[in-house]
């Protein structure tokens, strides 16, 4: 079985900072893609940023792009989300999510990680 465990989140001020971090651990799989999401109180849970596995492309959502970076450690089982200049409006659960080779869509995601940033 495939786990994801996020950690990193926290309490800031606006114009904070914070890295989240995303470990993969249990059976090896061979990943498409991975990514973090976002869900604030009330509101669908929203794409942040990805990362294909091989080649490395990155793709952000038009609201963190320029403050966010998405990367991945050397070993490849560490996903994180550096998070700079962060704002009242990045408050939310951040997910850490894998699209593991075959699958149609993102299909294993992690318990979450809360970010609250203060004004």
């Known amino acids: 079985q495939v786990q994801l465990v996020e950690s990193g989140g926290g309490l800031v001020q606006d114009g904070g900072s914070l890295r989240l971090s995303c470990a993969a651990s249990?059976?090896?799989?061979?990943?498409?893609?991975m990514g973090w999401f976002r869900q604030a109180p009330g509101k669908e849970r929203e794409f942040v940023a990805s990362?294909?596995?091989?080649?490395?492309?990155?793709y952000y959502s038009d609201s963190v792009k320029g403050r966010f970076s998405i990367s991945r450690d050397r070993s490849g089982n560490r996903l994180y989300l550096q998070m700079n200049n962060l704002k009242p409006e990045d408050t939310a659960i951040y997910y850490c999510?894998?699209?593991?080779?075959?699958?149609?869509?993102?299909?294993?995601w992690g318990q979450g990680t809360q970010v609250t940033v203060s004004s």
């Open positions: 990362m294909r596995w091989s080649g490395g492309t990155t």
């Open positions: 999510t894998a699209q593991r080779v075959g699958a149609s869509d993102y299909d294993v």
């Open positions: 249990g059976r090896t799989f061979s990943r498409y893609a």
